[in-house]
């Protein structure tokens, strides 16, 4: 699938970007070759292929959901300017 200078020109605009005009064959270029490299690819038969989190076929180790800290809110809390209730009071930003 190729794409000419307009549709990349619109695309541009769509994204806000600025677009030489020296540079605009380039963009051409690569768009098209990259959106052939898609249809070559959406092209190849895929049936019975089970899809894959890791091509190596790995589990990824994880650690335990352990506790590890204990809770120190009334120790950080005597810090705070203002707390109540166990939050923290801060000024309204947004009215």
């Known amino acids: 699938m190729s794409i000419d200078s307009s549709k990349v020109e619109s695309v541009a605009i769509l994204a806000r970007l600025k677009v030489n005009e ?4 380039d ?3 690569s768009l098209s070759s990259i959106l052939d490299l898609v249809d070559t690819m959406q092209a190849v038969d895929t049936n019975g292929v089970e899809p894959l989190a890791n091509p190596l076929d790995a589990s990824q ?13 009334e120790a950080l809390q005597a810090n705070a300017p ?3 209730q166990g939050l923290f009071l801060v000024p309204k930003v947004i009215e």
């Open 22 to 25: 020296h540079e605009l064959p």
């Open 82 to 84: 203002k707390a109540e």
């Open 27 to 29: 963009y051409v270029n």
């Open 61 to 73: 180790r994880l650690r335990a959901d352990v506790v590890t800290e204990s809770n120190q809110r």
